[in-house]
């Protein structure tokens, strides 16, 4: 099956340093990325569709300033977490839209990334 | 907007049927989903079931779609102590956009 990679799996930075997250399709072309976000015990939280090409579409609520998203080929997207603070700190999520056919339809997940922001 | 309902917590004995139930309030939903995240990691799709389908069997995996009062329900059959996770239930339009329910931690006891 299609596989999604994410890097780092964890990062721990300083309260106003950037952190860069990326996702990776290894063996498909995705032309749509989404990036999620997980608290502690609650749900994904989807923070912006990411397209090949294009600029992110952000979600309700969500600073397009804090997070960067670039999304520069048909298997790289990446998170840039910006001036990041202890409230940034969660659980980020890629997926990506794997190829369709006639009868299925299915988003790969990334294994995730955990940052705490100190 | 959407709103996708689940249960928090179930807990069953091993080798129990396991149901987890989820509701969903946005009538133009394509695709129901179930994923399964165990702690630390990311999701891993259980099943799908298309809105104009009413039931899919997969193994042990049953999933019932009540269209009409927008209910979704999986069902986990001789369910292990390796199918203690959290469950998500998702539902999409043809955007590809992805709603996810709150999540039902199941946990199973011997």
């Known amino acids: 099956g299609a596989v999604v990679s994410q890097h780092p799996s964890w990062v721990i930075c300083k309260s106003g340093t950037s952190v860069k997250i990326e996702c990776r399709s290894l063996d498909f072309q995705a032309t749509t990325m989404f990036w999620y976000r997980q608290f502690p015990k609650q749900s994904l939280m989807l923070m912006a569709t990411s397209n090949e090409g294009s600029k992110a579409t952000y979600e309700q609520g969500v600073e397009k300033d804090k997070f960067l998203i670039n999304h520069a080929s048909l298997t790289l997207s990446t998170l840039t977490v910006t001036s990041a603070h202890p409230e940034d700190s969660s659980f980020y999520i890629c997926?990506?839209?794997?190829?369709?056919?006639?009868?299925?339809?299915?988003?790969?997940f990334g294994p995730g990334t955990r940052l705490t922001v100190t | 907007g959407e709103d996708v309902e689940q249960s928090l917590f179930l807990s069953v004995r091993e080798g129990d049927s396991s149901v987890i139930n989820c509701t969903y309030t946005?009538?133009?939903?394509?695709?129901l989903y179930w994923y399964k995240q165990e702690p630390g990691a990311g999701l891993q799709l259980l099943t799908y079931i298309f809105s104009n389908m009413d039931m899919k069997q997969d193994q042990r995996l049953t999933v019932l779609l009540n269209k009409k009062d927008k209910h979704l329900s999986l069902r986990i059959a001789d369910t292990q102590t390796g199918d203690s996770a959290i469950y998500f239930c998702a539902e999409s339009t043809y955007t590809d956009k992805l709603i996810f329910g709150t999540g039902t931690r199941l946990q199973v006891f011997p």
């Open positions: 997926s990506a839209v794997g190829p369709r056919d006639s009868s299925s339809y299915e988003q790969y």
């Open positions: 946005d009538s133009s939903s394509t695709y």
